[in-house]
């Protein structure tokens, strides 16, 4: 902006010498990228292309659960320019959305969401359990206490007669919580 000082008197309109400014503005911030997704980690990043006219103190990403997050941040330096760092502590098979930010003195700027969604786990299978025994019956039961982040479509028991058996398998239902059934046939 340029501009200058002025005064009217009745002889007319005298000015002063030119000054000059530049307003300030948000960073501009873009392309978010992610890569390297497993089940709790993701290299996120950006670009922060356009400081506004004033340095950029802080750049990063943040990410949730919903679109146009600005929780769980995470700095990687300051400046214009392209950024990557590693995000841990991401929950398994969910869907994340994410942006990158610049902050300067005028404001936090965010780059558009993008999204993608983790990779699942194996499921967490606790407390195998046991009752009325007899010689050749039994009813036998656990409790699956985390999908790991995907849909739990069967959960049974297996039995053997030598230690971590495979065999045998019989089903009872899909999905997280405590189950048993009752087994017969056993030697």
Partial sequence: IYFRAYATNSVGTSYSADG????????????????AVTATTAT???TVSDDGGTTVTERGTVWGTTPNP????????SGTGTFTHGRTGLPPGTLIYFRA??????GTAYSADSSFTTLA??????????SAVTDTEATLGGTVSDD????????????????????NALSEGSGTGTFSHARTGLP
């Avoid at 600005?70 to 330096?77: C, S």
């Fill in 20 to 35: 000059s400014f530049t307003t300030l503005d948000l960073p501009t911030v873009t392309s978010p990228t992610f890569s």
């Fill in 44 to 46: 996120l990043g950006g």
């Fill in 70 to 77: 600005t929780g769980n941040a995470l700095a990687e330096g």
């Fill in 101 to 106: 930010y610049a902050i300067n003195s005028v």
């Fill in 121 to 130: 786990t194996l499921p967490t299978v606790d407390t195998p359990t046991f």
């Fill in 148 to 167: 790991g982040g995907g849909t739990v479509t069967d959960r049974g028991t297996v039995w053997g007669t030598s230690p971590n058996p495979t065999g």
